[in-house]
């Protein structure tokens, strides 16, 4: 069966992850629900450290040298994580704000060969282009994107192009743009569950 690697936003942790991936996880899949390294400076852990602790940092085009170092930082410790806890079988990968991008980022590491799926919520790219580039040599799989048309922390605009470049390889992609802003509303919960558990039903 496949394993869950859901990760959290910045500011969160796992605690604040798990009981919604708990609720998430189809029967029989294992879960993995990492720490971010990075201790953020208001509160929780963060992916990457943003080098200006302004509004508008999160809603920049493109991430500083020093902040791609921390995603590659975090990408190899991810790796580490499931190559100890998930050494074998298909992956679904997902997470929501932070967490999604990093999501899409561990596609470009070897174990991309064993994801089925991503989930990207309220999310969005890092190396788009790059990103494009590596998708172009995976087979195409599924994607799961759930985004808030209010959101002011990543904007929905943002949030489409992680679902266009998606899109362009070929992935068969579930779409839910909500009302709400930066969050993952309760009403689709469900939808997200039952796509896991339709993935894990299509002879992985």
């Given at each position: 069966m496949p394993t ?143 985004h808030g048309e ?55």
């Open positions: 869950l690697v859901m990760m959290h936003g910045m500011t969160g942790d796992a605690s604040m992850m798990r009981p919604f991936a708990e609720k998430m996880l189809p029967d029989g899949w294992t879960l993995i629900v990492p720490e971010a390294r990075y201790k953020h400076p208001r509160r929780g852990r963060t992916w990457w450290r943003y080098e200006d602790e302004d509004a508008d940092a999160t809603r920049r085009m493109n991430l500083s040298r020093r902040e791609l170092i921390d995603v590659d930082s975090s990408l190899s410790q991810l790796e580490q994580i499931i190559a100890e806890r998930a050494p074998m079988g298909p992956l679904v990968v997902g997470g929501f704000s932070q967490g999604g991008a990093m999501a899409q980022e561990l596609l470009q590491l070897p174990l991309a060969d064993r994801i089925v799926g991503v989930v990207a919520i309220g999310t969005r790219l890092v190396r788009g282009m790059e990103l494009g580039l590596r998708l172009a040599e995976l087979d195409p799989k599924h994607l799961f994107w759930m209010r959101d002011v922390r990543v904007s929905i605009q943002d949030g489409w192009a992680v679902a266009h470049t998606f899109e362009a390889a070929g992935w068969a992609l579930e779409l839910i743009e909500h009302k709400k802003g930066h969050l993952i509303p309760m009403e689709h919960h469900e939808a997200l569950k039952e796509w896991l558990t339709a993935l894990g039903q299509v002879g992985l």
